[in-house]
């Protein structure tokens, strides 16, 4: 695989610093130009961050002296430095949407883990093991912004990653019909640490400001087909969910309700999740975890702690399978909410992209 220049927007971030630490030793990806607000423009990544480093690991030296561009201002140099963006970036929503579609049309395509352009219809929002074949729609959304290369693809909602993962391989043969889910969620997915949200220590926070619509609808867009310049989102699973706010670093679990069309058995389901793999999978990307879905038997499993970075953070983690009075089944199941759910599910993203010849 050739390598490929990449930049980090919004690099400054809790996400951006996961791009960062995780694209340190790619394979395939060598960062060459990060970007922020006009706060941090001008600094080099290090004195930018100054005392915002979150992450366990130290920051990557290779980045420690780039100098931080303006993500608005600095587009075209950008682009000329680069193959592709990640984008991650605190802004207003039309902003966002503004901002990516600049990059595309400056011929640099955006790999983007913003929920902007989630629901623009020619836009793919990609989980690889399950529904890589929509970046079919890049030539079409190409088409309509006069573009040779550049395109959106984004990521869906940290809160999505757990369940998505463990339903969507039992639909084909036993039609998943109605689903209701608890989301007990990490404080990182709100960008915070302990000592950047000291109310979240011993506390839950029964509310995440539009969580719960993102819970329930992006699942249809990627349970959707690919019809002529759109991708048609689903109208089935029916899906309810409660998002709650939990004292947990990282690491986003659910607690799953589920009805069938055809109920399998518990053997059946097993099965399906220990036997699955995608497109990631088949095509041996690097950040692809070698089993995506793992089922833990012992009654107190998964634990957020325990198994958020299975598989270097990317793999789902599933538990507690057994029969509901009132649904078919009920389970509970964990994903790392910035590496699977944000910035390496991106990356994994990125790489499909290269591996089928978008990014070239
Ligand atoms: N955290 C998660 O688990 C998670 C998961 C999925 C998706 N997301 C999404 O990823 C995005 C970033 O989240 P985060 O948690 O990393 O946020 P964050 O920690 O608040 O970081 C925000 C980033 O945006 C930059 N920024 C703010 N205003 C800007 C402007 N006017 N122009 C250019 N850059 C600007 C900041 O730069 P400065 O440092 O210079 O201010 C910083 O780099 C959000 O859209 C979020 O919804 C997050």
Not at 120 to 145: F, W, Y
Not at 176 to 200: H, N, R
């Amino acid at each position: 695989m050739r390598k490929y220049n990449v930049g980090v927007i919004g690099a400054t971030g809790m996400v951006g610093q996961r791009f960062a630490s995780i694209l340190e030793n790619h394979p395939w990806f060598t960062v060459k130009a990060v970007a922020a607000s006009p706060r941090s423009a001008g600094k080099t990544y290090k004195e930018a961050l100054g005392d915002r480093w979150s992450l366990e690991t130290p920051m990557p030296e290779s980045m420690g002296s780039l100098i931080v561009l303006n993500a608005q201002d600095d587009i075209e140099k950008i682009a000329s430095l680069v193959d592709f963006v990640f984008c991650a970036v605190d802004m207003k929503k039309d902003e966002i949407k503004e901002l990516e579609y600049a990059y595309a049309k400056a011929e640099c395509p955006v790999v983007s883990n913003n929920s902007a352009h989630r629901f623009t219809s020619d836009v793919p929002m990609i989980i690889p093991e399950i529904n890589a074949g929509h970046i079919d729609i890049i030539p079409a959304q190409r088409k309509r912004l006069g573009t040779k290369r550049g395109f959106i693809s984004v990521k869906s909602n940290c809160s999505i990653q757990s369940y998505v993962p463990a339903l969507f391989p039992l639909s084909k043969d036993y039609g998943v019909k109605d689903v209701l889910v608890c989301t007990y969620q990490a404080i990182s997915g709100a960008g915070k640490t302990f000592e950047t949200w000291p109310e979240m220590v011993d506390n839950i926070i029964p509310y995440i400001g539009g969580e719960e619509e993102k819970s329930e609808k992006e699942p249809l867009k990627i349970w959707g087909e690919v019809k002529d310049d759109e991708i048609v989102t689903a109208s089935s699973p029916n899906i309810t969910t409660q998002c709650i706010r939990v004292p947990v670093s990282d690491g986003h679990l659910g607690a799953v309700f589920v009805k069938f069309d055809k109920k399998p058995s518990k053997d059946e389901i097993l099965s399906i999740w220990k036997n699955y793999s995608g497109r990631a999978q088949e095509l041996n990307l690097p950040s692809a975890p070698k089993q995506f879905l793992h089922y833990f038997p012992e009654d107190n499993l998964p634990q957020t702690k325990l198994m958020r970075n299975l598989e270097n953070g990317m793999a789902v983690s599933i538990g507690r399978l057994r029969e509901d009075a009132q649904f078919d089944y009920k389970f509970v199941c964990l994903s790392h909410n910035t590496l699977r759910g944000a910035a390496g599910g991106a990356v994994l993203m990125a790489e499909l992209l290269c591996a089928e010849g978008y990014m070239d």
